[in-house]
């Protein structure tokens, strides 16, 4: 079988400034995961990893052209030594980070939240974006609840505080992931496919941006997608190698996102980020997809389809989903856009079934971020 691997000629020698931002060891982790021959390739994609410092070193270290480590002074966990504390000792390196980023079209701050140290520093990172210019994409990891009472407020601060500074806020709810991937078994297998998960999550943006395939939308257009999206929904599956595999990946996607709060069906625009991997897709699945997608959501969304080059050998084909202006899957079965929350009080003149469960939804919905 023909095989679409998407070795056309592609825009590989334009500029495109396109920043990847780790906050803390544990977002460090997942995009560490990237193989040599990611990072060996021609630097197309900004790198800055943001940690606590452990000695007396401190300040910005350029590690290539390409990636950089900013490293701030741990001393405040000498005092209060929480999130309050850390957002302050960003303050001395804003300048700093703000040269790294100026002119970058397009920045993704990627943090696991919970702890002091990337509750503090994501929001200041996605504002020190935001004044530079870019489209500023928050990608976070929400705790789950058994972590403890105060990481889930400190997640919750900084979603609070982050949203105002970001132009899409992609949120991954911990509980939702651990449900998805339970099926790995033990408890370290779970750990890698959570790392996995969230580095393929911000490949879907990144690389689809920075190293296009065949038929790829422009980086204007992947901008645009973002700006000003509010809260974006991801979905992701891997593709097997069978009989309608990309299909059954894209559906999987749609009908299990990483929020159990929140649906495709009805968004007004999807953007579907295809790494066909090292043995590709089938060309006519490919150009079928946006009809498939349609025909699942409503055709009044519009659906933007790219896939990218994977400079990974051996790699299987992947696919992430980003929807947004989405809708909440309630469970009383009342939708609404997510900008639009529900009234407090249960309107008059609605049926029986859902004044029983507004009460059980509104209180899910308040523990929701």
């Given at each position: 079988?023909?095989?679409?691997r ?5 825009r590989l ?20 995961i ?8 021609p630097?197309?994609?900004?790198f800055?990893g ?15 052209d390409?990636?950089a ?11 209060l030594g929480?999130y ?17 980023l100026s ?10 939240l ?7 520093i ?13 489209v500023?994409i ?23 505080e ?7 806020l ?9 449900q ?9 297998n ?8 969230f ?36 979905g992701?599956?891997?593709?097997a190698?069978?009989?309608?595999g990309?299909?059954?990946a ?27 991997g090292e043995?590709?897709i089938?060309p006519?699945?490919y ?5 498939f ?5 409503g ?8 896939n ?6 051996g790699?299987?084909?992947?696919i992430a989903i ?7 899957r309630?469970q ?12 407090e ?11 029983t ?5 509104q209180?899910a919905?308040?523990?929701?971020f």
């Amino acid at each position: 079988m023909s095989m679409l691997r998407l070795d056309e000629p592609s825009r590989l020698g334009d500029i495109f400034p396109v920043n990847w931002i780790s906050v803390g060891d544990e977002a460090a982790q997942a995009t560490s995961i990237l193989p040599m021959e990611y990072w060996n390739a021609p630097p197309q994609t900004g790198f800055l990893g943001v940690f606590l410092s452990e000695n007396e070193h401190d300040g910005l270290d350029w590690e290539n052209d390409f990636a950089a480590s900013l490293y701030i002074d741990g001393s405040f966990r000498s005092g209060l030594g929480d999130y309050i504390s850390a957002q302050k000792a960003f303050n001395p390196y804003k300048d700093s980070v703000q040269s790294v980023l100026s002119g970058a079209k397009l920045n993704t701050v990627f943090s696991c939240l919970g702890r002091a140290f990337p509750s503090g520093i994501t929001p200041s990172m996605a504002r020190a974006s935001k004044e530079e210019g870019a489209v500023t994409i928050g990608v976070m990891s929400i705790p789950h609840r058994d972590e403890g009472r105060k990481h889930f407020l400190q997640s919750r601060y900084a979603v609070d505080e982050t949203r105002s500074n970001v132009d899409a806020l992609c949120l991954m709810p911990l509980d939702v992931i651990y449900q998805h991937l339970s099926s790995t078994g033990i408890l370290e297998n779970l750990g890698n496919s959570v790392n996995l998960l969230f580095t393929r999550v911000m490949r879907g943006i990144v690389d689809l941006a920075s190293r296009p395939g065949f038929r790829s939308p422009d980086i204007e257009e992947i901008v645009s997608f973002f700006r000003g999206a509010g809260d974006v929904l991801i979905g992701y599956s891997e593709i097997a190698r069978e009989p309608g595999g990309t299909f059954n990946a894209i559906r999987r996607a749609m009908e299990h996102p990483i929020d159990s709060m929140r649906r495709f069906e009805g968004a007004e625009q999807i953007l579907v980020s295809i790494c066909p991997g090292e043995a590709g897709i089938e060309p006519d699945a490919y150009f079928k997809i946006g009809h498939f997608c349609r025909e699942f959501l409503g055709h009044d969304t519009d659906v933007i389809i790219g896939n990218f080059k994977s400079n990974i050998s051996g790699e299987n084909p992947w696919i992430a989903i980003y929807g947004r202006h989405i809708h909440e899957r309630r469970q009383d079965g009342f939708d609404f856009p997510v900008s639009d929350p529900p009234p407090e009080k249960a309107p008059p003149g609605l049926p029986a079934y859902y004044r029983t469960f507004f009460s059980r939804s509104q209180k899910a919905m308040n523990h929701e971020f």
